[in-house]
């Protein structure tokens, strides 16, 4: 080997075009990345398996980096036929006109602007592409941004930019049954993602910190809300448990990344979190609907209305055991594509459920209905549930754009005073003190050190999938009443929403991704090895979407 590079270093000859514009040829590149795998920095011979160990402790080599800067030139963007850069634009360029040529040859002028079908075909491109955007922010050391932000506020900005607003026209039921599709979705991988073996481990800490927490936060919510913004009682508590759950969405990955770092997992920090994550929601969202129900209860007494919402409590449950029996049973083992069918089966009752439980006049019944038959049928499943799991997560990737996109465009700054921003805002932020405090004392004498305690605290801040997923139901159910003073405190209940996501779900992110290092103690690794490979599993975290 010394005697051929020797042969090599002392070779004259004339260099090609590619290496006059700064470029290797792709074989000298190999040659010369074998040469210098083959040795380490002491000139001993690696093997295979001690390169692979110091492969990310390598530095990069300064041709390397020199030549990989021009490498992407104009003549290489612009080959043909396109590929890359420009053959990726290309398609999804063709992807998006298609469809649109495709719904226009069958709805003609609802296709056009101004029409229905256009004002929805250009919504969800828009949020997807704003989506797009703000998953390309990534910041090291730090969970990347949600990209449910860029599709709120593409939504939002659609609806706010005068000249676009004039174009893009959805219709209200269009808009309230494609929220209500991707609310039945996100409740299905919300009882799909329910571990009954987990649920019977839980220890109390868990159990304080799914409860507490979002019972303070209710109860301080709906106060506020009754003083400050004048809603009734029943609508209070209703923007009470649409503040009170976390977001999935923010706090699972950001756990996720903190714990292939290694941080927190000694005393199970992250998986205490996302555990409770779930109790919290299935909480929040089960009081929603109880008083949801009573709030739209014809009756006019207390008693009543009571008595409704808790009816309606128990008709959801039954129902969804009724069906998850079915689903579990129903298509058996021995039959083809059985993950595909079950799927079918959970989203179609699910939706069935959700959009059923309105028309019979239990609005609050659907929601909890769908909890509990994706949970039952997914019992029955075993491990064949994470099949079914991986569908209704493509489902919910395509409907995600629809229902963040929708909720920031039903938000218009016109119709927003300046008072009610102020009060919203002022009754978010003291209910998120609540929370972080009651959090604070329920993991007391748990065993954490302070640190954790404030870093386990701060975790509760992020909201985002289950505000946008029953923010706007409230104001759906008051439309079809037909009463403006209900559609108004429907509207309220939205703009809180609104306001939530936008400011707590990118600071939240923030927050757990600056406070884990620095909070949360690192676990002992036995070698550098280990450290080296969890280092590599969080830049792999950080990279997949949340």
Not at 263 to 281: F, H, R, W
Not at 375 to 381: A, D, E
Not at 442 to 465: Q, R
């Amino acid at each position: 080997m010394v005697k051929e590079n020797t042969v090599k270093d002392n070779e004259d000859f004339e260099p090609s075009v590619c290496e006059r514009n700064g470029m290797i040829p792709l074989h000298k590149q190999s040659e010369e990345g074998a040469a210098v795998d083959a040795k380490d920095t002491g000139g001993n011979i690696q093997t295979e398996e001690t390169a692979l160990l110091n492969h990310c402790a390598q530095p990069p080599l300064e041709p390397t980096i020199r030549s990989s800067i021009p490498a992407r030139t104009w003549s290489q963007i612009f080959t043909c036929p396109p590929q890359g850069l420009l053959s990726r634009i290309v398609t999804n360029v063709a992807i998006i006109v298609l469809v649109w040529a495709v719904v226009w040859s069958i709805t003609g002028a609802e296709c056009l602007p101004g029409g229905n079908m256009f004002g929805i075909l250009f919504l969800y491109f828009f949020a997807v592409i704003g989506g797009k955007i703000f998953g390309f922010i990534k910041i090291r050391t730090l969970p990347p941004l949600p990209a449910l932000l860029g599709m709120l506020l593409a939504g939002f900005l659609i609806r706010n930019i005068w000249f676009i607003s004039d174009i893009v026209q959805i219709n209200l039921q269009w808009s309230a049954a494609l929220r209500n599709i991707a609310l039945s979705i996100i409740l299905t991988r919300a009882g799909l993602g329910l571990d009954p073996k987990a649920l019977k481990k839980l220890k109390a800490v868990c159990l304080r910190l799914s409860f507490g927490p979002c019972i303070s936060e209710t109860c301080t919510a709906a106060g506020f809300a009754y003083l400050l913004m004048h809603l009734p009682w029943q609508w209070g508590f209703i923007l009470g448990f649409v503040l009170g759950a976390v977001s999935p969405a923010v706090v699972v990955p950001s756990m996720l990344i903190l714990q292939a770092g290694g941080y927190g997992v000694e005393k199970g920090v992250p998986t205490l979190l996302m555990a409770a994550g779930s109790i919290d929601d299935i909480l929040a969202i089960t009081g929603f609907n109880t008083c949801l129900g009573i709030a739209f209860s014809s009756g006019s007494t207390l008693f009543y209305s009571v008595l409704h919402g808790v009816l309606e409590v128990a008709v959801g449950v039954a129902a969804g055991g009724i069906l998850g029996m079915f689903v579990r049973y129903f298509p058996s083992h021995d039959q083809a594509s059985l993950a595909w069918k079950r799927s079918y089966f959970v989203l179609g009752l699910s939706m069935f459920a959700v959009f059923g439980s309105i028309y019979f006049g239990f609005p609050g019944s659907g929601g909890l209905c769908t909890l509990v038959l994706a949970f039952v049928g997914g019992v029955g499943w075993s491990e064949e549930k994470k099949e079914v799991e991986k569908i209704v997560a493509v489902a919910w990737n395509i409907f995600q754009p629809f229902l963040f996109g929708l909720i920031g465009a039903e938000v218009s700054v016109t119709s927003l005073r300046p008072e009610t921003v102020g009060l919203c805002v002022a009754t978010l932020g003291i209910a998120l003190v609540v929370r972080i405090i009651a959090t604070f004392l329920m993991v007391c004498f748990a065993g954490f050190n302070f640190k954790e305690k404030i870093f386990i605290s701060l975790a509760w801040i992020p909201k985002a999938t289950v505000q946008a997923a029953i923010g706007s139901l409230a104001l759906d159910t008051a439309r079809n009443r037909q009463d403006e003073q209900l559609e108004k405190y429907g509207m309220d209940v939205l703009t809180v929403a609104f306001l939530a996501i936008l400011i707590t779900a990118p600071i939240g992110a923030l927050v757990i991704g600056l406070a884990g290092p620095r909070l949360l103690q690192k676990a002992q690794t036995n070698s550098k090895e280990d450290e080296e490979g969890a280092e590599v599993g969080e830049e792999a975290e950080a990279c997949e979407p949340s």
